[in-house]
């Protein structure tokens, strides 16, 4: 039996995108954490990617499409390559900017990991739909993995509830995107505990 047979539940195509989305946070985080990143690098981040995005969307670039062919959605490779960094970005900057660092930067990592190990798991695990819902079983996994991250920024009440929160909320079908509402609301149950 093949090792990897867990993966046909879920597409090549959006593992790798999780993947993605999780090494893509931590590398912010971590480039955040040691002084190496502020605020203007990740608004420098923000408006390379409006531009490559704009440009992926009628013509070819070297690296850029190459990540497009591999890791965008078909939906969003003409109408907005790059949508998800980009959301991410937004959601990460608005965060960076309106509180402290280490709420900052656990709001990120709770983005990061606990968003992408709740798609992951949920199409691994889950094979219930629901109208409203996304994964009972990735939205657990999600909160789990999400705490354990936010401990490395925040004590244990803070990396519990944001975790509960946010990614409880993330549960949710909802029309905004994850991306952005995610770190926010991470960040505001931090600061308000």
């Not at 993966?7 to 995108?17: A, G, P």
């Not at 907005?80 to 960076?96: E, N, Y």
């Not at 920024?153 to 905004?176: C, N, P, R």
Request: overall charge positive; hydrophobic content about 60%.
């Amino acid at each position: 039996m093949n090792n990897f047979a867990f993966l046909s539940m879920i597409t090549k195509l959006e593992f790798r995108r999780q993947l993605l989305h999780m090494f893509f946070g931590i590398f912010l985080v971590t480039m955040l954490y040691f002084g190496l990143f502020n605020i203007y690098h990740m608004l420098a981040i923000l408006v390379l990617g409006f531009i490559l995005s704009k440009f992926c969307a009628f013509t070819r670039i070297p690296l850029a499409s190459w990540v497009m062919d591999n890791f965008e959605r078909k939906e969003f490779r003409k109408s907005f390559p790059g949508k998800g960094p980009i959301l991410f970005m937004i959601g990460s900057i608005i965060v960076l900017y309106f509180f402290p660092l280490k709420i900052a930067l656990a709001s990120m990592i709770i983005l990061s990991v606990g968003d992408a190990a709740s798609h992951i798991f949920g199409k691994i695990l889950s094979n219930k739909t629901y109208k409203h819902l996304k994964s009972v079983e990735g939205t657990i996994i999600g909160i789990l993995f999400s705490f354990v991250s936010a401990l490395i920024f925040v004590e244990l009440a803070l990396a519990l509830w944001a975790s509960l929160i946010a990614m409880g909320l993330e549960g949710f079908k909802l029309k905004i995107d994850d991306n952005i509402y995610i770190p926010i609301v991470a960040a505001l149950v931090m600061i308000i505990l």
